[in-house]
């Protein structure tokens, strides 16, 4: 038994394959968010793509932060709850205390360049062991049973999900 | 009954026809469901939260956040130099502006942030301009920063999103102005800029960017200002 504390990072991709009616609501208003956010910095220059803007004016940087706000209400839709990440019987069982979002690729030109990554930082869990390909885990802000007991779940890592961070022996 | 259930799908899969049996275009983004690359388990889950159309975090009159300083009330309104600066309505208006200390919301260095986005997001918002082309914001007196004099940023945009002005609103100065009267609050005015020596508004030697402001401290702070953009 290891007893370590860990936090997932789960990094969500979005692009215009995206099909669930959330993806699309963050497609849609970060590339209208994207749009207009870019005009405070391509002003008198002859780009189009977050890319080439950002090699020629580093500052363009801020955009990720700038056009965030566009999605802030679709996180709050969340409730907390880790989108996508399932336990093995399926089931929800990670919530997320803080999210990062960043812009991947744009064009204000074509909306099918836009891709975007919002990362969900999971709440720590505590990493018992690890059985087969799971990782037994539980979450300790769930109070043991009066024997001591904890509830436990065991998760497989994904594509695009990583330990952000450890602790260990809390 | 289990062959009678599979006979549509297999029938379907080899349907010549089949879009998908002819296409041979070979996917290059497979998205980001990871169904399909691990040995997980299918979620079955109750459906939701069922997602709603949400206006940006931007979209708020009340831009102050928690951040300490003297009440200020911005009142901007919006006209059009192309219909004889007639009042412009339904476009929209970004401002933000930095806090007592002179600094800006931005993302901090490290790779996690806060879910309060409201309070990440401090002093930035958005409007939409009136009948009567105005917009007004609840804010605290802007500090300020070497090299600049006070100032607020303003992006005016059609209601379809294409910039028609970018600019900054600055302020009176001198002796009984609200800029002397704040004093740079804790940080004084050692070091400050003036508008004359400021590089962007030096040259508004009609001072169309300077703005009215009227109160005091113990009131608040009152700032009006009208903005020609080409609507």
């Known amino acids: 038994m290891n007893n370590n504390a860990i936090v997932f990072c789960y990094r969500k991709i979005i692009d215009s394959s995206s099909s669930l009616p959330w993806e699309k609501m963050v497609f849609e208003d970060s590339y209208m968010e994207f749009k207009m956010q870019f005009q405070n910095f391509s002003q008198g220059l002859p780009y189009h793509t977050f890319a080439e803007l950002v090699h020629q004016r580093p500052d363009a940087e801020r955009l990720h932060f700038l056009v965030s706000p566009s999605i802030s209400g679709y996180i709050k839709q969340l409730q907390g709850g880790m989108p996508d990440l399932f336990d093995a019987l399926g089931k929800r069982f990670l919530n997320f205390d803080s999210y990062r979002f960043e812009l991947i690729n744009s064009d204000i030109r074509n909306p099918s360049a836009h891709q975007v990554a919002i990362s969900f930082y999971s709440n720590t869990m505590i990493w018992h062991d690890t059985i087969g390909n799971f990782l037994l885990v539980s979450d300790p802000a769930v109070p043991a049973g009066n024997d001591g007991t904890l509830l436990t779940a065991l998760y497989q890592l994904q594509p695009f999900v990583s330990i952000h961070s450890l602790k260990l022996k809390i | ?231």
């Open chain 2, 1 to 231: 009954m289990v062959g009678a259930i599979s006979t549509p799908v297999l029938w379907e899969a080899c349907k010549k026809d089949s879009a998908t049996a002819i296409s041979t275009e070979t996917v290059s983004n497979s998205g980001s469901g990871t169904s399909s690359t691990t040995c997980a388990v299918a979620p079955t889950e109750t459906e939701g939260p069922f997602p709603t159309k949400t206006p940006s975090g931007y979209v708020r009159s009340d831009i102050t956040d928690g951040r300490t300083g003297y009440k200020m009330t911005a009142k901007l309104t919006i006209a059009n130099v192309n219909n004889n600066c007639a009042a412009l309505a339904g476009v929209i208006v970004d401002v933000w502006h930095c806090d007592a200390e002179g600094n800006y919301s931005e993302y901090g260095g490290s790779g996690m942030q806060s879910t309060n986005y409201q309070s990440v997001h401090f002093l930035r918002g958005r409007q939409v301009t009136d009948a009567s082309g105005l917009v007004t914001f609840t804010s605290i007196f802007p500090g300020w920063y070497s090299g600049r004099a006070t100032h607020i940023h303003v992006h005016v945009y059609n209601a379809s999103g294409t910039s028609l002005k970018v600019t900054q609103i600055a302020f009176p100065e001198g002796s009984g102005s609200a800029v002397a009267i704040v004093n740079g609050y804790s940080k004084g005015m050692s070091g400050y800029t003036t508008n004359a020596n400021d590089n962007v508004f030096s040259d508004d030697t009609t001072k169309l960017e300077i703005a009215t402001v009227t109160g005091s401290i113990a009131a608040g702070f009152d700032l009006s200002i009208k903005i020609n953009v080409p609507g």
